[in-house]
């Protein structure tokens, strides 16, 4: 409470709890730990950095590739998951508000109500990761759903008329997602078979130099080439999603901690700099996903109409 | 290479632009001698000059000086960016080849080199090339990263799979140059060089058309099988190569995979090169590429002679010691395509085995499972 | 802790850091910044020997031109190991870890860093990277080379790629921990009265390696996992057959290889700062160029990764940008050398052991420098990149430079850190050995690159030999000089005679405590009121007293 003198830091031998013997004082103690968050944070950006300098490379090289990818993701699950982090992101700025406030039981709610929210993101990526692997879009081969069925190969190549409202599956383009069994994929490969962009870029002449190699053999255009693109794609996409999911996990297993402590009651207006550090965490994760959205979900997207 | 010094300190400048990297080199040199020394002289006379007079004495109370500082800032700055310039431009002569070019086709594999000239005409660890003319090669390889260097020339350039790298030059003085593989490429990166000819246009010319110039049958082909056609490289004289040790194998018996035997007459020989998976030595893997269309029936009269010349011992003859080595073969590293007739199998030729290691090839400790993947070139 | 001194003069020695607490738990659960130095300071120590077992490999295979000792397989591996145990396991936590853990704290006037326990997390990570790249040496080892270029380490070796690759993610972790502790320490936890421009230039440089080591190192910790990922999963991203880039991991590597050198070479100056101003008994000429020049090294090294991929295939305006950036770094760097050879002028030299270490430093990283620029020179590096100019290049700034600054260090803080005298005679023997067997190992390399020696050669054409040998020659008697510390120092541990708190009576804020310090470093905290290498009356000290006292010991 900031009322009162504290006649106990004159005292040369009393330790506020809490204070770490390496330390003068608690005011020494929390700017470090603050500035000690700022800098693992900086060093979190250049470890994504990596990622998202490969992504940037090969979206350049192969744009048509990638839009086809990219359309592909449920843009609705990927903003929802926006809108889940930016309001969780509220919650535990106010959780960190209140500690400042001394006020226990709001702290605990607003903590609470982040690690709901962190859930709830977690809970969307599984779904979208699942469908992913229903689709046979994991590039990892073993990682896809294997076939049951081998009687009703319908690999299609037809383009036109894709549903906008639910995800076609990219084998069987304006076929409903409910029969998903239908496809062959015995050894739970990556499969993706739909080249039309490709044809459209052609025709509009805006296909770069590296596609114009990259995707053709003998003058065609050859699906299984393409399809070595796209699933550079969606290996960059699970890489930048899945690592930013294992943030993720650590910020709610950070949240448990919180939640047990603040519970307890250990923090106030004297000493709430963990609330104030696990905040800064969460926002990072949070921006962190802010970058990766439109990244991965919104450029190149053609809503509506054809491709 | 060519002076027959104790200690060379210099290659030959063979090349057309040698001379401007030698001339960057003596420049830098010179600056760096001259601050170098200078500084050294400087330190250590002052280490003496200063030498304590009593323990614990004090240093004169110094703090700086900003007048020095700036100097020795602007001034280091405005050298190194002569030598910026002066790399630059020699940095663009090197790399931008000109118009005008003969063109060469490299293509690098483990562990050997495959030039193929405009006419046609192929070579293995070897170029031949004319005296002033401008040639450029364009490079790439088939499996990792390698590096074409010709020191004699002062240039290299790194050979990239997936794409083609360039590198231009200017012979200037007939010789044989070293050639070197100049980016680690695995077990016999430091044994992937050859040799570069330059020749008067008229030797040249000659040797396009393909002369060769009065040798005796046994050392044409002792000359193809040691440098030329790469032979040695896995026939050597120890049975611890890739493939059987040839000396002394002339008459004997040979026991081939599949139980057959057969005589190591001419007509063995020859089939063995034109079409070696027809006919694999016991114990050993079917790797040996097809050198049809690249030997001529007078290379083949060559070679047959030389090998009818090896003595020694010949362990493939009658037992077998068979090899430990390249065991499981390398479908592991790269898929094992059958030679087709006339084009030389893209595959690697597989690594000596380590002795006694038997976890050299094929079994990966990493990949899961073994990889029956077919290579990159090959999908 | 102790709250209560016993102090019996006579019977009980004084409590210090090595006394207080002898089990092995009070050890390897300290949360003690000193004892952690000295943790790392033997497991380093270690590899630094391990790595030099695999050089003598090298050299010994090199002094005949046919490739006849090991098989190629194996002296792959062999380069491989000591290119990766020497650069992972001992160059960059080298100096930081055990020199900057044991004195930033000390220099600063703290208790101990700002995170002891994640300090102690930092070393445990050092030695379990360092034992999974260990294991993988012992199951065979990885022949890729230290750089792991794809596409040989992903798709062509059938050696232990991933299991190397893992280990040094987590070594990078640790160096990434270190680096946050000291940034965190140097900013918060200054005594009262130690102002950034009075620190002592070591902790200047700890704070630029500190920058690098939190910024560029992640970069090489995504870049092993996506390649560990491409060799297990095959994906592509550097497999040209199915639209990746094997230039791309090329770029990746040495966005954090290129500061890596100056992680390993700025502590190195660090203590090179410390030892020619206190050797020479007077305030290093130039404190903030000095200061100014660590962080510029820090940021433009950064920026010159390119120098490396020269002859890559890469663009040559991208080659032609990075020459002009590798040439700028060296400036910083130059000036430098400029102000330590200015710091001599007028000082009072004693040549201790540890000034001879720095002056050897001197001379040998203005060769190992200034060969930089002749590699920085585009159209130069075309012909020298991958030869043996460049292996002489970096070992002359890496050994004649970090590791001679290394060992001045540890003969300077000797006294500070085991309260115990080694031997005069034979460690100036040493430092000299070490500087005669260093050169003689490394120039005759420089001419040999620009010969046209490739790199990571088992085999070489015969007229290269003569210079094979004095190489191999050389590094026998570095061999020598190297180990002669090593029993020297130990033997010091047991007999050596027992050090004075300031044994060359120096002002710097460490000296002004017992030797080995107690555990919490300092009784009181230091108020600072004078500037850094003060050795006049402001720095509180009595020179005066301490000289007669000398003199009339003689």
């Given amino acids: 409470m900031a009322t009162n003198v504290d006649t106990h830091a004159l005292d040369h031998h009393y330790h506020p709890p809490g204070l770490q013997h390496q330390f003068e004082d608690m005011g020494q103690q929390q700017e470090s730990a603050s500035i000690g968050m700022w800098v693992f944070l900086a060093q979190e950006i250049m470890f994504f950095g990596g990622l998202f300098t490969s992504y940037l490379v090969f979206r350049s090289k192969y744009p048509m590739a990638f839009a086809a990818g990219s359309n592909h993701l449920d843009v609705v699950m990927g903003a929802l998951n926006t809108l889940v982090l930016i309001v969780s992101s509220l919650t535990m700025a106010l959780a960190v508000y209140f500690a400042q406030k001394s006020n226990r039981n709001m702290q605990v709610i607003m903590i609470v109500l982040t690690m709901i929210f962190g859930a709830t993101f977690l809970g969307v990526k599984a779904i979208e990761y699942t469908e992913k692997y229903n689709d046979g879009l994991v590039p990892f081969t073993g990682l896809n759903r294997r076939a049951k069925d081998d009687q009703h190969n319908r690999k299609s190549l037809e383009p036109e008329s894709q549903h906008e409202q639910s995800l076609p599956s990219p084998n069987n383009p304006g076929h409903q997602p409910e029969a998903h069994g239908d496809y062959i994929n015995p050894r739970g490969d990556f499969q993706w078979s739909d080249t039309s962009l490709v044809a459209i870029a052609q025709q509009g002449n805006f296909l770069t130099d590296w596609e114009k190699t990259g995707y053709f053999e003998d003058g065609e255009v050859s699906a299984a080439r393409f399809q070595d693109k796209v699933r550079l794609f969606f290996w960059i996409y699970f890489a930048m999603t899945g690592l930013h999911a294992l943030h993720m996990v650590i910020g709610l297993v950070l949240m448990a901690w919180l939640l047990w402590k603040a519970w307890r009651g250990t923090f106030s207006a004297e000493y709430y700099s963990p609330v104030e550090i696990s905040g800064l965490y969460w926002h990072f994760v949070d921006i962190v996903w802010i970058f990766l959205f439109p990244l991965l979900y919104l450029l190149g997207r053609h809503f509506g109409g054809t491709h | 290479m060519q002076q027959n010094s104790w200690i060379p300190l210099f290659p030959e400048q063979a090349s057309s632009f040698a001379w401007q990297v030698d001339a960057l080199y003596f420049y830098i040199l010179a600056v760096t001698l001259f601050f170098g020394v200078g500084c050294a002289v400087v330190i250590f006379f002052f280490a003496v000059k200063y030498r304590e007079r009593e323990k614990f004495g004090r240093g004169a109370d110094i703090h700086g000086s900003m007048p020095l500082e700036l100097t020795w800032t602007v001034i280091p700055f405005v050298i190194a960016m002569t030598m910026f310039v002066a790399g630059a431009y020699v940095f663009y002569n090197l790399y931008r080849p000109p118009a005008d070019t003969m063109d060469v086709y490299v293509v690098g594999k483990q562990w050997m080199w495959k030039f193929q000239h405009g006419s046609g005409q192929r070579e293995i660890n070897e170029l031949h090339v004319p005296v002033g003319r401008k040639i450029k090669l364009t490079m790439t390889t088939e499996d990792v990263l390698h590096d074409v260097f010709i020191p004699a020339f002062r240039t290299k350039a790194d050979v990239v799979p997936g794409r083609y790298t360039y590198l231009w030059f200017e012979p200037t003085k007939p010789g044989k140059y070293h050639l070197f593989c100049a980016e680690y490429c695995g077990l016999n990166h430091s044994g992937m060089g050859g040799w570069v000819y330059v020749m008067e246009p008229r030797d040249f010319d000659n040797w396009l058309a393909g002369n060769v110039s009065g040798q005796t049958p046994v050392d044409a082909g002792r000359d193809l099988f040691e440098n030329k056609l790469g032979c040695a490289s896995c026939h050597q004289q120890s049975d611890q190569g890739r493939g059987p040790s040839l000396a002394g194998v002339f008459g004997k018996d040979v026991r081939l995979n599949g139980g057959q035997i057969v005589k190591a007459d001419d007509e063995y020989i020859r089939n063995s090169i034109l079409n070696p998976q027809g006919q694999i030595v016991e114990r050993y893997q079917p790797i040996m590429p097809t050198f049809k269309g690249q030997v001529t029936e007078e290379q083949l009269v060559g070679l047959i002679a030389y090998i009818k010349s090896l003595g020694g011992n010949s362990t493939t003859g009658t037992t077998a010691t068979g090899s430990t080595n390249n065991a499981a073969a390398n479908s592991a590293t790269n898929g094992i395509a059958a030679a087709s007739g006339g084009v030389a199998s893209t595959n690697t030729i597989a690594p000596r085995g380590d002795r006694g290691n038997t976890n050299s090839q094929g079994s990966n400790p990493n990949a899961p499972g073994n990889r029956s993947e077919p290579t990159n070139r090959q999908r | ?554």
């Fill in chain 3, 1 to 554: 802790m102790e709250n209560v001194e016993v102090i019996n003069i006579t019977q009980k020695p004084k409590l210090n850091y090595l006394n207080n607490g002898d089990t092995v738990s009070s050890w390897l659960l300290t949360r003690d910044h000193k004892r952690i130095a000295i943790l790392y300071l033997i497991s380093v120590s270690f590899f630094f020997m391990v790595g030099g077992l695999f050089a003598a490999g090298i050299r010994l295979e090199l002094l005949t031109p046919q490739s006849d000792l090991f098989e190629s397989g194996t002296y792959n591996k062999i380069f491989t190991a000591h290119g990766i145990i020497m650069i992972f396991l001992f160059l960059i936590p080298s100096i930081p870890a055990t020199l900057g853990n044991f004195f930033i704290p000390l220099m600063i006037g703290a208790k101990d860093l700002a995170f002891p326990r994640i300090n102690l997390l930092s070393w445990y990570l050092y030695m379990a990277g360092a034992g999974i790249a260990v294991w993988a040496l012992m199951q065979g080892g990885v022949d890729t080379g230290w750089t792991f270029y794809v596409p040989y380490s992903t798709t062509f070796s059938n050696t232990y790629v991933v299991a190397t690759g893992l280990g040094a993610f987590i070594i990078g972790f640790s160096s990434i921990l270190t680096g946050l502790n000291f940034i965190v320490t140097i900013h918060t936890m200054r005594a009262p009265g130690m102002t950034w421009f009075r620190m002592p230039l070591f902790v200047w440089s700890h704070y630029a390696t500190s920058l690098i080591m939190i910024l560029a190192t992640p970069v090489i910790a995504i870049t092993l996992l996506l390649l560990v990922l491409e060799r297990v999963g095959r994906v592509g991203i550097f497999d040209p057959a199915i639209g990746g880039d094997p230039i791309l991991f090329q770029h990746l590597f040495w966005f954090y290889s290129h500061p890596a050198v100056y992680i390993m070479v700025l502590p190195g100056m660090g203590v090179i700062s410390e030892l020619i101003a206190n050797f020479s008994r007077k305030r290093i000429f130039g404190y903030e160029y000095v200061a100014f020049s660590s962080i510029a090294i820090a940021v433009i090294g950064f920026l010159v990764w390119g120098h490396h991929l020269f002859v890559s295939g890469q663009s040559i305006y991208a080659g032609l940008v990075f020459s002009f950036l590798t040439l700028v770094v060296a400036i910083p760097s130059a000036v430098k050398t400029f102000n330590w050879t200015a710091t001599l002028y007028k000082g009072s030299i004693s040549w201790d052991t540890p000034m001879i270490y720095a002056l050897g430093f001197l001379g040998l990283f203005l060769i190992g420098g200034l060969t930089g620029l002749f590699l920085g020179a585009a159209g130069l590096d075309i012909h020298m990149s991958d030869t043996y100019f460049v292996v002489a290049h970096f070992h002359y700034i890496m050994v004649g430079g970090q590791v001679m600054a290394y060992l001045g260090g540890i003969h300077y803080y000797w006294s500070k850190m085991t309260g115990r005298m080694y031997s005069e005679f034979w460690s100036k023997i040493a430092a000299i050995v070490t500087f005669i067997g260093f050169n003689l190992l490394f120039f005759p390399q420089f001419i040999l690159g620009y010969l046209g020696m490739p790199r990571r050669y088992a085999s070489y054409p015969e007229e290269m030999q003569v210079l094979n040998i004095l190489s191999s020659a050389g590094a026998s008697i570095l061999g020598v000089g190297f180990a002669m510390p090593v029993f020297y120092l130990i033997f010091s541990l047991f007999y050596g005679k027992k050090a004075p708190d300031n044994l060359w009576m120096l002002p710097g804020l460490e000296w002004r405590t017992e030797s080995p310090p107690p555990t919490e470093n300092f009784y009181e905290t230091p108020i600072v009121t004078w500037e850094a290498y003060e050795f006049g009356e402001e720095s509180g000290l009595d020179f005066e007293e301490a000289r007669k006292r000398e003199m009339a010991t003689i």
